[in-house]
């Protein structure tokens, strides 16, 4: 947590796929808005499922760079700040120099933050003098402090905290790297994986990935595995990682350090992404006063985003 953060109301952070979400999600509370771009070049070279920023799908990008420009205008003349997803896990040689020539692009246009997880992207951007803050992506595994230091070494200016950190290691994590920002998952897309090591294709327009497809085990003898397996396997079929939520661990969350929270969402309808930014809004305004009711709140609002009860497989934060 930077100097004088605990002081600093967090942040919120909202997906953006077109110019014309720019102003409801501003409206809605949005303060950060993130997205891709995959340019003509890089589709011209590289097949679909190659990615550039974790999505491959068409709606879960801005279809041109002129597009994309235009939105960071309206956000930066608004007075709020874009990220731009240059967050594959790694790039080869040969797609090295269409990453950075994006991200230069990306500093010309007045982009506020790149969010990357690819050490050498990180390293090429400074060499190439790209003089826009680093954001590093949750696919980078930042998990322990010496990770962190590592990369805040290289310049990261914030730190994507990976989703299966509980807010004790949280905590741990901000207490022991102070220069650095801290940004956590708070609603949606919740994955059941460690992302940076997780080679599942996010290339499915419906927004359903290979660890949600429906699953059953059996043992080597034909027979039921053991209950606890049975039970996980249950919970993950019966849930949907879209529908994940931990706004009831939001004053834990501010309270360990997390100056910004991420709504999760590239891709999916405008109406949805406005409806999450604006419950998230909603909560923050609470920061200051979270009553004993707080967690009876938060599930009635769970209730009126998603249209059922929450679970601890839809919490972020169980």
Not at 5 to 15: G, S, T
Not at 56 to 72: C, E, H, M
Not at 132 to 154: E, I, Y
Not at 196 to 215: T, Y
Request: proline share 7%.
């Amino acid at each position: 947590m930077t100097p004088g953060a605990e002081n600093k109301k967090p942040e919120i952070l909202a997906p953006v796929d077109r110019a014309g979400e720019v102003a409801p999600l501003l409206e809605a509370g949005a303060d950060w808005l993130y997205g891709g771009c995959v340019p003509a070049s890089w589709s011209a070279r590289f097949p679909s499922f190659v990615s550039l920023n974790q999505r491959t799908f068409a709606s879960a990008q801005f279809d041109t760079l002129d597009a994309l420009a235009a939105a960071v205008k309206s956000i930066v003349d608004n007075g709020r700040r874009f990220a731009l997803t240059l967050n594959a896990p790694f790039y080869m040689d040969s797609q090295m120099e269409a990453a950075v020539e994006l991200a230069r692009f990306a500093q010309g246009i007045g982009v506020s933050a790149l969010i990357a997880g690819d050490p050498g992207l990180i390293r090429r951007l400074s060499h190439e003098g790209i003089d826009v803050p680093l954001h590093l992506s949750t696919m980078a595994v930042a998990a322990n402090p010496d990770a962190v230091r590592l990369f805040a070494g290289m310049g990261v200016k914030r730190v994507i905290l990976p989703r299966f950190l509980d807010v004790p290691a949280i905590g741990s994590l901000a207490r022991e790297a102070p220069e650095v920002e801290f940004e956590a998952f708070i609603l949606v897309g919740k994955c059941p994986n460690i992302e940076g090591v997780c080679s599942f294709l996010h290339d499915s327009p419906d927004g359903r990935w290979p660890c949600e497809w429906p699953i059953s085990a059996t043992l080597a003898d034909g027979t039921a595995p053991p209950e606890n397996v049975c039970r996980g396997i249950d919970g993950t079929r019966l849930s949907d990682r879209r529908d994940a939520c931990g706004l009831c661990d939001l004053p834990d969350l501010v309270g360990a350090g997390v100056s910004a929270f991420k709504i999760v969402g590239r891709g999916a309808p405008t109406d949805r992404k406005v409806a999450l930014v604006r419950a998230l809004s909603e909560s923050m305004q609470r920061t200051d006063d979270f009553s004993g009711d707080w967690p009876e709140i938060c599930r009635e609002k769970f209730r009126d985003l998603f249209g059922h009860a929450c679970t601890a497989h839809n919490c972020y934060y169980p």
